[in-house]
Structure formats: C-alpha cells, structure tokens
C-alpha cells in the first residue's frame, strides 16, 4: 500500500488510486475540484483540468519532482509521493487559467438558467476564478435542441466534459449520444437530433456540471432555492426508486437522483420516475435532505440536526 | 430631600405683579411672535402639488425598469426574493415565445411577479441583488389603502410604461447605488 502526502495531511491507499481520490479520503479544503471526471462513470475524466496539482516529489525511489502539473483525476500515487495543491501558488494560478478558459464561451446567463445555485461552474468561478473576464471577442453560440420530450440540450453552455457521453455509453444500450466535430466546433449532439428513447436518458441531466442539459419539465418553473429537496423512495421496477423530490409546499417540482458531497450519483434513477411521477402519491417522502450550509438552496431553509430546547 | 437631578424646579405660588395681572403684555408678545412668523420662510408644502427633492438615499415604491427598446430588464432569476430579508416578493416565470421579443430582454421573464407592501421594509437588497438591473426603489411613495389585499403589488403596479412619458427616471439612485458599491468595494 502506497503512502502518499497530500498538502502534507498522509494517508495509504491502495495501488492504482488516483490522487483525486486520495485526496477525497483525507477529505476538506485540499480536494481539487473536478468538473469532468465522475466517479460512478468509467473512463471519465482529464478534460477540464480544473484538478492540476503539483507533484513535488514523484515517489521514495524517484524523488524528483514533475515537471508539469498533472491532472489529479488520472495520475496514480506512488509510494512516498509528496502533492501540493492549494499550498502550491503554481497550482492556484493555473487553475485560475483554467476556470478563465473554462469561461470563454460560456454565456454569462446565470439569471435565467435553470442550474443556477446547483452548477458547479459557478461554484468553480467563485471560489478560484478572476472577478472579470478579459475575453473581448464574440462567443460561441448554438441553437438550442430538444433531445426527446424530456431533456433540452443548450449547447452554449457546454463545457465538452463528456461526461454525458459516457453516461449515454454506460448506462443505455445503444449508443445515440456523442460528440461531432473537433476543437472548438466539438459539439454534443444525439446525430441528426434524434430523441433518445432509453430508459436511464434523463441521467444525463443529473452528471451535467452546467445547464447545457435541463430537465424539459421543470424548464423555468422554479428556481432551486426556492424548492424543499426531499429524500423520497418508490417502488419502481427499473431502477432503485430512490431519489430526491423538490417540492414547493406539496408540490413536487421535479425529481432527481441522490448526490454525494462531491455531487455525484451513484443510484442512477429512470425516466419514469424522473419525468412522470410527479404527484406526492407516488413517492414516501424520507424527510429533508441535509444541505451544505454554504449552499444558496440552505437559504431560507431550515436543515441539519435541530435539537429540543430542555 | 436631596434632588437627584439638578433638573428640578421648586413651584413657587408667588403673587403676580400688576403688568402680570392685566395679561396685555403677555398675549402682545404672544401676537409678536406669530406676526414675525407671517413674513418667515414657510416650512409646509402643498404635497400633492408641490413635491420636496428626496435624497437619493431614499426608498419608496419599487419599479421594474424596461430598457431603451421597451423591453422588460426582469428576467425571473429570483435573486431579489432570496436576498429579501422580510420575504416580501414573489415571482412565477415563463418563457418568452415567438413574437414577444419586443416585450422581454431574455428568454425567460417574469409572468407574476408580486411585491407585499405591508411585508416589505424598503431595505434595497432586491436592486443591490438584481443582475439586470431591473427593480429600483423609486421616490414615489407607495399610496394609502384601507383593503390589505391592494397592497400587494403586481406587475401592473410595478413596471414602467413603454411610451417615454409614462418612464420612471431612475439615474440619480443609479448613480447613488453604483457609487455605494465601488465606495464599499476598496
């Protein structure tokens, strides 16, 4: 078992662990943050780059340092291994880069999209990017398609993680998801804008860390702070039924699936359960999920343990 | 008894002297006073007619603003409601079709957009929250009512009109707000 030193906090993990999940073992400030890569969805990862640390010492056979930064979410430790991340200004700065690339093309439209307090490009910015944009020129902009009755692909604000790809590749049966082109013209597209009719489509909205995909039926009808999300379970013979339901008083205003602290999902939930059981029959509601303090959907929101007043 | 303040006054039922006694000199002095106050600067103003200059400081009945084109600034992002501190506005919002681009900026607007006036305490965190620019607190004051119900405000009671004469001139508090936030900003 490698031992490895991650901003000086240590820990041994198994062989082939990536430093990304060590670092998440340790866990706090010192995890990087990672737009593309999914822990549930093999094969994603180093696109966004958003993870680069600095390696400082590469193992106790090899000591040397590397020489780039290397993506976190794809580089294994090695024993003795020594990694700055936020105690590396280098690291910092370059994420900082990042996030202002990152940006380039992304429309400034956060008052009207519909992943606005859950996106994790306005977490990213926020806490790492510049206050302005230096960009001058015209961005890139796509009309907006309807895959199917039920998702809206924006295109424009796509960030190319792929991770709805490989959500598309791993979860459906028959590949109608991908990327066309190359470069700057890359673009997710389903082929001649065909409807994706399996079962576990509507995942693709939940692995999405931007509004390019959004859930068709609650387009515009709400703004995530404004909604309970509840844990709810149904019986439902494709999936697990376990989800969460937002619900504004006794209305449920959408449903999704159940992310971890690093917002990822790891019961992936169907169709039917996502676009069509949207009355408070069909699901047992848990009780109110537990919501990071920091996060604008705690506003207004009572959360956490509440004790009794002895 | 010892006072414990030195602002006690002892009541002494003394006798009045003669010029006391005939009030005369008194209710002249009186007459004096309120005669000088004839030709002094008058204080009041006829309201309706006449208006004092506000600060622009103050905060008053709220507008949502249009844009040169007539188009409306809010888009339903539902910042002002979240930094609300009383929870004052409510908001639904729509999309916008074909054929309305010259009603709404973007996309998305807001189909009810409702402001309780008996909730809200003029704080102007819903303009310092807008993103576009959208609500301002405007020197109107918001008018008397006897039913509650008429204070809660619609859109019809908060958007501008389109045509120049009906335009609510918001520059002086636009200039105090952005002024406010570089001051608060170094």
């Given at each position: 078992m490698p031992k490895v030193k991650i901003d000086n906090f240590e820990i041994e993990v198994p062989d082939g662990t990536t430093i990304l999940n060590a670092a998440r073992q340790i866990g706090g400030d010192i995890v990087p943050p990672a737009m593309c890569y999914y822990s549930t969805l093999q094969g994603s990862g180093g696109k966004c780059r958003t993870c680069l640390v600095k390696v400082t010492k590469g193992s106790e056979k090899d000591p040397r340092p590397m020489p780039k930064l290397v993506a976190s979410c794809q580089q294994t430790v090695m024993d003795g291994m020594e990694v700055a991340n936020i105690t590396s200004e280098e690291v910092l700065n370059a994420r900082k880069g990042v996030v202002e690339f990152l940006l380039i093309n992304h429309p400034l439209d956060c008052p009207i999209c519909d992943q606005a307090g859950e996106c994790h490009l306005q977490d990213l910015a926020f806490e790492h990017g510049a206050e302005q944009t230096r960009y001058e020129f015209e961005r890139r902009t796509f009309e907006k398609i309807d895959i199917g009755?039920?998702?809206?692909?924006?295109?424009?604000?796509c960030i190319l993680?792929?991770?709805c790809v490989y959500t598309a590749n791993q979860l459906t049966d028959n590949r109608v998801h991908g990327i066309i082109n190359r470069g700057d013209?890359?673009?997710i597209s389903t082929f001649i804008e065909k409807a994706i009719d399996n079962d576990f489509s509507g995942n693709v909205i939940d692995v999405c860390p931007v509004g390019a995909l959004t859930d068709r039926t609650f387009r515009f009808k709400s703004r995530v702070w404004f909604l309970n999300p509840m844990n709810a379970h149904r019986d439902c013979p494709t999936c697990s039924g376990k989800a969460v339901v937002w619900m504004y008083g006794n209305e449920i205003f959408r449903v999704t699936a159940r992310k971890d602290k690093y917002?990822?999902?790891h019961d992936f939930i169907c169709n039917t359960c996502r676009f069509e059981k949207k009355a408070l029959s069909d699901w047992t509601v848990e009780g109110p999920r537990d919501i990071d303090r920091h996060s604008v959907i705690s506003q207004n929101h009572y959360e956490g343990q509440t004790q009794t007043v002895r | 008894m010892q006072a414990l303040t030195n602002r006690s006054k002892n009541v002494v039922d003394k006798k009045m002297?003669?010029?006391?006694r005939i009030y005369l000199p008194a209710i002249l002095s009186g007459m004096w006073i309120t005669l000088k106050h004839f030709f002094r600067k008058k204080n009041a103003l006829n309201y309706p007619e006449e208006k004092r200059p506000f600060a622009p400081v103050y905060r008053g009945w709220h507008v949502l603003k249009r844009d040169a084109k007539g188009r409306e600034n809010c888009t339903a992002c539902g910042l002002c409601a979240v930094a609300?501190?009383?929870e004052a506005i409510t908001m639904e919002a729509a999309e916008r079709r074909k054929g309305e681009e010259h009603l709404y900026r973007e996309e998305k607007y807001a189909a009810v957009y409702e402001i309780n006036m008996l909730r809200c305490i003029f704080c102007g965190l819903c303009e310092e929250a807008c993103p576009k620019e959208a609500i301002f607190l405007t020197d109107r004051i918001v008018p008397s009512d006897y039913v509650r119900q008429?204070?809660?405000?619609?859109?019809d009671m908060l958007v501008e009109g389109i045509d120049p004469a009906n335009r609510i001139d918001v520059?002086?508090?636009q200039k105090h707000i952005q002024e406010h936030k570089t001051g608060s900003g170094q």
């Open positions: 009755p039920y998702i809206k692909l924006h295109m424009t604000r993680c792929y991770r013209h890359a673009e917002d990822e999902v | 002297t003669f010029m006391e609300c501190p009383a008429n204070f809660i405000f619609g859109k520059t002086v508090r």
